[in-house]
């Protein structure tokens, strides 16, 4: 008998699924080191210049060179800090994060946990996240940190009811909380896709995802010219990494749920004439992903008070408003949402 | 019940949107500012009283290191002092080349403002674009003086040396292939004239370029609309001049009120605006470096038919050439005087000012006829501008003090001189 049945069941099992996840993580890290280098190169550009290109050929090795130094970076705990708070606001941050992933389908069977209410799930790891940052605001004893995470508190609120509203009319069409089956209900080409009767929705949750990644230009946490760096103005080295690698893993899943709820994930535009592939999602998230990078080149920073203003006064009425169109489209099977 | 305090907020001197080294002392009800003290001193060089201990000619370099994005108008001040007390007549060749660097100046500085305003708005393109032209501009510097920044070119008198024929070229080397110093090169084939011609050909199309990004950007409107309003009055008692001024309305330009050099033969207009808000002097400063383009083309087409003297023949404050100083009696003594006792100026004071980018620059002059002055005082524009932060930042929020501070184009060399 081998070593595997000799086992127990449960340990079988935990192994099984800690391979399955870090066959996700894994190449989820490469891609969000290779999207701070494609950010730095994109940017550089757009800015007439060219980016990092010394670290090996074009730069390419640039996110390793980063990873090392902030590895081996001292990591500095504020003299008046609440040090237990301070360590554990990252990780608090970057575990969501993570975790999101599970239920993201890349195609029809590869999937890490098929559960069927992905969408709540998803919505609720999205929002644990924001904890980390208020706690790490508090737990520095700076005051442009307690800045930072009273503006993300104040922010996340404002963006995740019209973010959860905008998701509401993609499960009212799909009639699914699953996400695999929310794809495979815009199957049939360019067509039948939920971002053509979703727009106004689409719209909402493009902009409530850059918002809730605190993204430019809705960058008020961090907040570079006003207050520094915001929540995590006093980490270094790994800490001040694990925020940044949850801030970019988040991107690459709010991109990646565009391209599955909006726009029909796996799915080919033209499945007569190209067929289903996971490359098609890799493809769409990754012009969301760019989407990010040229917002930030392009727009400057809106003041706090009026994100909020946007969230609560725009974004909130046009997805109620949308909503209620919907319904009485489904209701009465108007056009497209049948 | 606990007492509400307010949130004191020490912003700078080391914040990212600072501008040097401001302190900024904020009490804030939660994000609105109550309260905004800004404490200065922090880059005090004593440049005043520097100016004191040396021969008149070794201060010009000081007067750079005052504002130092705008180097040359520093110098203008200064040396429109000591000419306005000896009552020298200088070249009128020297004065085209001086407004010509003055409007050069304007640029850079204005590029400068427009890109760090932008930064500290969020919007990090228009920096980038910014210094590439800025570039081109420290190149000219360095083609008449040597130095991309501290120039020390105008000269009571005149100007140091007259327009080189040939601009610098860039070479090729490790780090720039053939082909990218060629390209580099392209519009540097000809004289400082021509690269500078080149330069206002296009100059425009960039303007055009920030305004693409911020002007009708509705982000950049809702920053700046409304922020920081000055009334007309207002302006007037806090002693704004320059752009601050002319956006709260007045149309107020020494370079058309008290013309000085040949600022009365060039062609340009006055832009004004109408809010007082950050929009308005945004688009002020805008307008001012596409006017600047124009002063600096008319400026080329006379100097290119015009050769003749840069620098004053009066050799009792100009260096005699170096041939008759080898040859001739009187031009040795003169070179020895002013190379070591340098000249002096007849007891009395004066007070000269030029259209400085940032608003009126004023050199205030005592001489007790001796051959360094018994006091000089600066004004600064910037100095009045900062002063009005608190009343410009009340009751706005954190986010619009740094807008704040951009509009008001703070350097700190010249408030702490």
Not at chain 1, 184 to 192: D, K, M, P, T, V
Not at chain 1, 309 to 326: A, N, S, Y
Not at chain 2, 337 to 360: C, M, N, R
């Amino acid at each position: 008998m081998s070593i595997w049945g000799w086992l127990h069941e449960y340990v079988q099992f935990t192994i099984y699924s800690g391979v399955k996840a870090l066959m996700i993580l894994l190449p989820l890290f490469i891609v969000v080191a290779y999207y701070t280098y494609a950010e730095r190169k994109v940017i550089g550009y757009m800015q007439s210049r060219k980016g990092p290109n010394r670290v090996g050929p074009k730069g390419l090795l640039q996110p390793f060179a980063d990873m090392i130094k902030l590895m081996f970076k001292e990591i500095i705990i504020p003299t008046n800090s609440n040090r237990y708070l301070f360590i554990i606001a990252p990780v608090i941050t970057f575990a969501p994060a993570m975790a999101a992933w599970a239920v993201i389908p890349f195609n029809d069977t590869l999937v890490f946990s098929n559960i069927n209410a992905g969408l709540l799930y998803i919505l609720a790891m999205t929002s644990v996240g924001v904890y980390g940052v208020i706690i790490a605001g508090w737990a520095s004893n700076s005051k442009y940190a307690l800045i930072g995470a009273m503006r993300s508190a104040a922010q996340i609120v404002a963006y995740e009811i019209a973010m959860g509203f905008a998701l509401v009319g993609v499960l009212m069409v799909a009639g699914s909380l699953n996400l695999g089956e929310i794809v495979n209900s815009q199957s049939g080409g360019i067509g039948e896709w939920f971002f053509i009767p979703l727009l106004p929705l689409f719209f909402v949750y493009l902009i409530s995802g850059v918002a809730e990644t605190n993204r430019a230009p809705f960058d008020v946490a961090e907040g570079e010219s006003e207050i520094v760096a915001g929540f995590h103005v006093e980490y270094s080295g790994m800490t001040f990494a694990v925020f940044f690698l949850a801030e970019y893993a988040n991107m690459i899943l709010i991109a990646m749920l565009c391209a599955l709820l909006f726009f029909g994930g796996w799915l080919s535009p033209f499945p007569d004439l190209v067929g289903d592939s996971i490359g098609w999602l890799f493809g769409k998230t990754a012009v969301f992903m760019l989407l990010f990078l040229w917002f930030r080149a392009t727009f400057p920073r809106y003041r706090y008070d009026q994100i909020m203003r946007l969230g609560w006064k725009v974004l909130l009425p046009v997805t109620i408003f949308w909503l209620f169109v919907e319904g009485v489209a489904i209701y009465f099977e108007v056009g497209l949402f049948v | 019940m606990p007492e509400i305090k307010n949130y004191t907020l020490n912003f700078g001197p080391q914040h990212p949107a600072a501008h040097g080294v401001l302190r900024l002392v904020l009490e804030m009800d939660g994000e609105v500012i109550e309260r905004a003290d800004p404490h200065i001193g922090l880059l005090h060089r004593g440049t005043e009283k520097l100016a004191e201990t040396k021969p008149y000619n070794q201060t010009i370099g000081y007067m750079d290191r005052l504002d130092y994005v705008s180097m040359m108008c520093n110098e203008h001040g200064y040396v429109m002092a000591i000419e306005k007390m000896l009552d020298l007549e200088i070249p009128e060749r020297a004065q085209y080349i001086r407004v010509m660097f003055d409007e050069i100046t304007r640029i850079l500085n204005h590029l400068m403002w427009i890109g760090t305003h932008a930064l500290d708005v969020g919007a990090m393109t228009v920096f980038l674009y910014a210094f590439r032209e800025r570039e081109d501009l420290m190149d000219m510097y360095e083609a008449v003086s040597g130095a991309r920044m501290h120039a020390t070119y105008y000269r009571p008198g005149g100007v140091a040396r007259d327009l080189p024929d040939a601009m610098p070229q860039y070479l090729e080397s490790r780090w720039r292939s053939k082909k990218e110093a060629d390209r580099l090169n392209q519009n540097r084939q000809g004289s400082l004239l021509d690269f500078i011609e080149d330069f206002c050909r296009r100059f425009p199309r960039y303007v055009d370029e920030y305004e693409t990004l911020l002007t009708d950007n509705r982000i950049w409107k809702q920053r700046t609309v409304g922020i920081g309003v000055v009334s007309e009055d207002r302006a007037y008692q806090l002693g704004f001049t320059g752009p601050m001024l002319r956006g709260s309305g007045v149309e107020w330009d020494l370079r058309k009120k008290q013309p000085y050099e040949v600022y009365d033969k060039v062609d340009f207009d006055i832009p004004v605006g109408t809010n007082g808000d950050c929009y308005d002097r945004y688009l002020v400063r805008v307008e001012e470096m596409r006017q600047s383009n124009r002063i600096i083309t008319q400026c080329i087409d006379w100097l290119r038919v015009n050769p003749g003297l840069s620098m004053t023949e009066n050799h009792k404050v100009a260096a005699p050439r170096r041939e008759a100083i080898k040859a001739d009696m009187e031009g040795l003594i003169h070179h020895f005087k002013l190379f070591t006792e340098g000249y002096t100026l007849p007891p009395g004071e004066v007070y000269a000012s030029v259209e400085h980018p940032k608003g009126e620059f004023g050199i205030y002059l005592i001489s007790d006829g001796a051959n360094k002055p018994y006091r000089v005082k600066i004004r600064a524009p910037g100095f009045a501008h900062l002063s009005s932060m608190n009343e410009m930042a009340q009751g706005h929020m954190l986010a619009d003090v740094v807008a704040i501070i951009g509009t008001q184009d703070i350097v700190f060399g010249e408030i702490d001189r």
